[in-house]
């Protein structure tokens, strides 16, 4: 009956809102805060293969109309062994996140994002985002993305262009002398089975120039595995141990731990080794997870529990 149903469906943009038409006012402003706790994990020391922080986190976000974001995070740590990492760094790039040590070292409490965002749709097909602020734990900035993503189709592309600079290690408001102009072009495709592919080539934040390559997996039950390498023009030596930018992501659903719906996912990024080359920009927000999952491969996923 689902399968007769999805044959005689058709998927179209949605409609942008028209003069005169009924809103639900009490929808904004909006404000949601959370307050919890927090598990942070390091890996591969050399000194101790797993080190752990332990504190409280407490998000906030502020919605005064559709489209706009203020939010903020901040967090203090209460137990833990990462701030004792020592290690010389001998990078020869740029030091855009082999300092990893001196930011767990900063303070007990700090401030991981302070920003204001607006997104909007440009065209029918066309989705747009801007962001200033502290994007990320490490750098601050402004950031802007346009994606091309038609509905129906399993293909995406876009664009984001930032210019940050590197934050203060007390991770609190401060910045240091280092800026960068970064950005990259991407092109993304859903393929049969769950698995969608992302191709990024541009300039990352120690100024070289390449492309990362991220293959992935979204499993029946909400889960998501993947992985990716990067190769730019740094050498493998100027590169250090490891040669070039690897890793492995899981993404794990809030609805999955928590038996209820939820929208929200815990990801987490394994890497042998965190080096300065091929490091791209942490941004809040990104374009293409938030529209592709309103979109017709997405809803047919998920298209045994239409009925519901």
């Known amino acids: 009956m689902a399968d007769a149903l999805l044959a005689v469906t058709g ?15 009490a929808l ?32 906030a976000s502020y919605e005064p109309a559709p489209g706009w974001k203020i939010a903020g995070q901040v967090e203090h ?20 996140r082999s300092d990893a040590a001196e ?20 065209a029918p097909d066309v989705y747009t985002r801007v962001s200033a602020g502290y994007l990320e734990r490490m750098f601050g900035g402004v950031s802007a993305e346009v994606l091309w993503k038609p509905v129906a189709s399993r293909l995406a592309l876009g ?9 203060a290690f007390d991770n609190v408001l401060g910045f ?15 393929f049969k089975n769950g698995y969608t592919g992302q191709l990024d080539v541009g ?13 992935e997996r979204e499993f029946a039950n909400g889960w998501r595995l993947g992985g990716f390498f990067t190769l730019t023009d740094v050498s493998a030596d100027e590169f250090g141990v490891g040669s070039f930018d690897k890793g492995i992501t899981v993404t794990v659903p809030a609805s999955w731990l928590l038996g209820k719906p939820d929208t929200r996912v815990r990801s ?37 529990g239409v009925w519901e």
Request: aromatic share 12%; proline share 5%; charged share 20%.
């Open 11 to 25: 998927f179209e943009s949605a409609a942008p809102v028209l003069t005169g038409s009924a809103r639900n006012e």
């Open 28 to 59: 904004f402003p909006a404000f949601n805060w959370s307050i919890g706790p927090y598990l942070r994990q390091r890996y591969f020391d050399p000194n101790e293969p797993i080190r752990v922080d332990a504190g409280l986190s407490l998000s």
């Open 77 to 96: 740590r209460l137990v833990g062994n990462i701030s004792d990492i020592y290690r010389l760094n001998q990078s020869r790039l740029q030091h855009v």
């Open 103 to 122: 930011y767990d070292q900063g303070g007990a409490t700090s401030i991981p994002q302070l920003y204001v965002s607006r997104q909007w749709k440009a």
């Open 159 to 167: 664009v984001e262009m930032n210019y940050v600079k590197q934050r």
């Open 176 to 190: 240091q002398d280092y800026g960068v102009a970064t950005g990259h072009a991407s092109a993304y495709y859903e």
């Open 203 to 215: 300039r990352y934040l120690a100024g070289d120039v390449g492309a990362t390559v991220t293959l």
């Open 268 to 304: 987490t990024t394994l890497r042998p080794f965190s080096r300065d080359g091929g490091a791209r920009l942490s941004v809040p927000g990104r374009l293409y997870e938030q529209v592709r999952s309103g979109h017709r491969e997405a809803v047919v996923g998920n298209w045994s």
